[in-house]
């Protein structure tokens, strides 16, 4: 009886990865003739060809596509738990994190960030990436290492998640906006409020990756029956922000999610009730023991807290 080892599975999980026999040697640091040898073993162990002449290349076979993703977790699940779980040496670890966000977390704790892991671990490289939308797909892949957001219902089920912060939406504009002008003419600008009407006089920037007219804001004003004139759509908050310190449009934005980009703009609490949202961390369950990703996780937390 055939007994594939642990051995086998890494193998199958390259060629299943890379689709070519000479990449998967590469990858595993192996002659093409043992990758050749390997892959003649997981043929006749699996009974199916696995992968086939196509030309002057190589594709999978449907058996082979239907397990590329499940051999590569059974891969990763394995590596984590033959893992031993020690403490890592920040002085001596060489590793680049990628960390997904919505826009305006890069702009408002990435300085922070950047520079206490550079204190603790100067070998660690941080990237960022826009999240452009809600997919979990690239945790799974390990191509993103943690992702921030509001964690809804529609969350894969197996994702961790730790809270960093509460925060909720304000309204920006222009320090010099006319609006807060007129006002400053008669009061200290420390007693200033924005009402109701004057912030529905207004003309305002709706932000959504989707283009969507509606969002949190305008579902909070649809409890009062009233609505907001909403002049242009952009994408994220920094672009809004840009916007409101060139124009009279007013941005109603995350407070914490944006603090260094409204530096010389004018900031007022919105005249109705809009739910705060809370953001979380969020990474794939496989890399819940790693010593390097823990301390990661730790350092995003510590960020957010002090900030």
């Not at 283009?211 to 579902?219: C, E, N, R, T």
């Not at 124009?247 to 409204?262: C, K, M, Q, W, Y």
């Amino acid at each position: 009886m055939i007994r594939p080892g642990l051995n086998l599975l890494i193998t199958l999980d390259a060629i299943l990865t890379e689709g070519s026999v000479a990449k998967a040697a590469r990858r595993l640091h192996l002659s093409p003739s043992a990758m050749s040898r390997a892959l003649a073993r997981l043929r006749d162990t699996m009974g199916d060809p696995l992968l086939v002449r196509a030309g002057r290349g190589l594709v999978a076979t449907p058996r082979a596509v239907e397990l590329r993703e499940q051999v590569s977790q059974l891969v990763q699940q394995a590596e984590a738990v033959l893992r031993p779980l020690s403490d890592v040496d920040l002085s001596q670890l060489t590793r680049t994190f990628t960390l997904r966000s919505s826009e305006g977390f890069a702009e408002n704790f990435g300085a922070e960030l950047i520079q206490r892991a550079h204190t603790q671990a100067p070998g660690v490289r941080l990237n960022f990436m826009i999240k452009a939308d809600k997919d979990s797909q690239l945790l799974r892949d390990g191509e993103v290492d943690v992702e921030t957001g509001v964690v809804t219902s529609t969350m894969s089920p197996e994702l961790r998640t730790q809270a960093l912060f509460r925060d909720r939406f304000i309204g920006v504009m222009r320090a010099d906006h006319p609006a807060l002008v007129r006002l400053q003419q008669n009061k200290k600008a420390g007693n200033i409020k924005i009402s109701l009407a004057r912030y529905l006089d207004s003309q305002h920037i709706g932000i959504s990756r989707k283009g969507l007219v509606s969002g949190p804001v305008d579902s909070a004003l649809q409890e009062l029956n009233r609505t907001r004139h909403i002049s242009t759509i952009v994408a994220g908050f920094s672009t809004a922000l840009a916007l409101a310190r060139s124009t009279d449009l007013i941005a109603s934005v995350p407070e914490r999610h944006t603090g260094n980009l409204r530096d010389g703009m004018y900031s007022f609490t919105l005249p109705f009730t809009v739910p705060e949202i809370s953001v979380a961390l969020i990474w794939h369950p496989r890399m819940q023991a790693d010593p390097a990703h823990r301390w990661l996780r730790e350092l995003v937390l510590a960020t957010c807290s002090k900030s």
